[in-house]
């Protein structure tokens, strides 16, 4: 545990060290129940196949690390809830890393996917859009060809809740410059 | 009080844009069992629990708030058949219920969108749920003409049950509801290993690494190979993709050589409801597309002569 009291002392002393966003996260989690006993990586699946560990992304917010942010790990939890209902201490880790990718989305650490994603629903309604074979299916089913969602209205020249999710909702910071990485 | 036997039926978006087999099927199954079924003009996208909640929460919030007034102003609950609809929805709804801050503050960015507020006044509904418990094996058998004779996975998904403190419908370490209801259809379910871990698709992953999403899959794929089963049975249109699409890319990419069907429960119930197998929609579907449900008669009839 050594090293890891010198990376607190470190982080402290860094210029990126973000109280609100320690605070933030204590309010909306119980991590400082956490005992670091590792149920959750234990329990985590992606965690078998992948670099993520949820309980170190746990013990870092715990020291108020901020380069948690930039960790491309926490974009692959699978959400599915399995370190959320084992953990003894009911530190609700699914819940922490749903607020992490919050803060590293306003960091601008979003994967092109994820923008992609976002440019559907603003334009369609939709994560996942129409195509003309699915419309060709629809009928041959005997399901009208344009289900009565956003897209179809859209299509009927009312499109208001669409234009109001395109300029309220899910504003992504602009794309990162590339940094340059030695 | 919200309206009895009938439902808002929330699409999302993969049942209507990849899967309207599940869509048609739905249709047909909450007919048979004497549910109206009301469309729910300018739904959009649930949004996404995995994706959306992780880019903006309270974002995410305002937009399913607005899909659960438009279910509100038609005084009904809503069904979905999609576990992240159910996920987002059924969160929300209940968090909002609960959460006075929450909702005046979402209601604020309500206003920006539409002529929306919520009420709070409706609950909402998964079809594993409503055909396990409220209708339940005991009540289908009255219902279905025939019955498949067949054995399959079934795969839980994450959100339906998950997580348990605010799905409350059963523990998610030993879930047996969909199991037992899919008794009463005649089909056998078979366990295998890791049963209810993730399919690998949620939380984003899926879009953010094709490879790790893969790499969950086929570990799920190599359990589900092990006990042969006729058909993949899951209650959730993203897990459906996730099958459909898993099977094809192992396939193609880790010599593998799958073709194990994908049923979702809606199919599966509407075929014993007596609707033709063309309507179930296999022959759309990537895989096990020459599948025919091994029909068996029912034993009541048999009873009758």
């Excluded at chain 2, 009463?184 to 379910?189: N, P």
């Excluded at chain 2, 094809?248 to 075929?271: E, M």
Aim: proline share 4%.
């Amino acid at each position: 545990m050594s090293d890891v009291k010198e990376q607190h002392r470190e982080y402290k002393t860094d210029e990126d060290f973000d109280e609100d966003f320690f605070k933030n996260i204590e309010r909306k989690s119980n991590i400082w129940k956490c005992i670091q006993c590792g149920t959750c990586t234990a329990s985590c699946e992606s965690g078998r196949w992948t670099a993520l560990k949820t309980r170190s992304i746990v013990r870092k917010v715990v020291l108020g690390d901020v380069s948690v942010l930039d960790d491309p790990d926490i974009w692959l939890c699978t959400t599915c809830y399995q370190c959320y209902e084992r953990c003894p201490r009911d530190v609700r880790p699914t819940d922490v890393i749903m607020e992490l990718r919050n803060y590293a989305t306003k960091r601008g650490n979003i994967s092109p996917n994820h923008r992609a994603v976002v440019g559907f629903l603003k334009t369609t309604g939709h994560a996942v859009p129409i195509n003309d074979e699915v419309k060709k299916r629809r009928v041959e089913l005997g399901l009208e060809e344009l289900p009565p969602t956003l897209y179809k209205f859209k299509q009927e020249g009312d499109d208001n809740d669409l234009k109001n999710f395109e300029k309220y909702l899910f504003a992504l910071p602009p794309i990162k410059e590339e940094e340059d990485k030695e | 009080m919200v309206k009895e036997k009938t439902f808002a039926f929330f699409l999302g978006c993969l049942m209507p844009n990849r899967y309207p087999a599940i869509e048609k099927a739905t249709k047909f199954v909450m007919e048979k069992l004497g549910y109206e079924l009301l469309d729910m003009k300018k739904a959009g996208c649930c949004p996404a629990p995995g994706v959306f909640r992780s880019f903006n929460k309270v974002d995410w919030m305002v937009a399913a708030a607005r899909n659960l007034c438009i279910a509100e102003q038609l005084d009904t609950d809503i069904l979905t058949v999609c576990n992240g609809c159910f996920g987002t929805l059924q969160e929300v709804n209940k968090h909002l219920k609960e959460n006075e801050d929450h909702r005046i503050m979402v209601n604020e960015k309500l206003k920006l969108i539409g002529d929306y507020e919520f009420k709070g006044t409706i609950n909402v509904r998964h079809i594993a749920e409503v055909l396990g418990y409220e209708i339940g094996p005991w009540g289908i058998e009255d219902i279905i003409v025939r019955k498949v004779n067949a054995r399959a996975a079934v795969h839980y998904g994450c959100h339906f049950l998950k997580p348990t403190r605010i799905r409350e419908i059963e523990s998610s370490e030993n879930p047996t509801i969909v199991e037992e209801y899919l008794e009463a259809l005649g089909v056998e379910s078979v366990r295998f290993k890791e049963q209810l871990t993730c399919c690998g698709a949620g939380g984003g992953v899926k879009a953010y690494s094709g490879d790790a999403s893969m790499t969950i899959f086929g570990e799920k794929m190599k359990n589900i190979d092990e006990v042969k089963p006729d058909f993949i049975l899951d209650i959730c249109p993203f897990c459906h993709l996730q099958f459909e699409t898993g099977q094809d890319y192992l396939n193609k990419n880790k010599d593998c050589n799958y073709n194990y069907p994908v049923i979702h429960i809606s199919q599966l119930t509407a075929y014993c409801m007596g609707m033709d197998q063309e309507f179930v929609g296999l022959q759309y579907q990537l895989m096990g597309k020459n599948y025919i449900f091994g029909e068996r008669e029912m034993k009541k009839e048999e009873e009758v002569i």
